[in-house]
């Protein structure tokens, strides 16, 4: 199972950008997908989940109503559109896959590499 992230990059404070993440190996509308960012210094922190259809979306509440995450089943591809962006954004972000939905990165059992996201002031 391989997840490839894509789409950080520099942006100002209040700008926008849309990760993605795709996915190959197994079937991946049988399985929850979720974005988690680290930030220099920080623990890994959960950012958001998508149920199998993508009808369902939880947030952590530092970006609810900034981020939003949807998926193409069809392309294998899970998104991260984010808005609004703060510096405090600023982070390695991470998509991974698992079996149920969960803000617990254990829930996890595979992982992108990572896209570095920067926002500067």
């Known amino acids: 199972v391989q997840l490839q992230a894509s789409g950080g990059g520099l942006v100002q404070a209040g700008g926008s950008l849309r990760l993605s993440c795709a996915a190959s190996?197994?079937?991946?509308?049988?399985?929850?997908m979720a974005w988690f960012r680290q930030a220099p210094g920080k623990e890994r922190e959960f950012v958001g989940a998508?149920?199998?259809?993508?009808?369902?979306?939880y947030y952590a509440d530092s970006v609810k109503g900034r981020f939003t995450i949807s998926r193409d089943n069809a392309k294998n591809t899970v998104y991260l559109q984010m808005n609004s962006l703060k510096p405090e954004d600023t982070a390695l972000y991470y998509c991974?896959?698992?079996?149920?939905?969960?803000?617990?990165?254990?829930?996890?059992?595979?992982w992108g590499q990572g896209t570095l996201v920067t926002v500067s002031s």
């Open positions: 998508i149920n199998l259809s993508g009808s369902s979306t």
């Open positions: 991974a896959s698992g079996a149920r939905g969960s803000a617990t990165s254990g829930a996890y059992d595979y």
């Open positions: 190996g197994r079937t991946f509308s049988m399985y929850f």
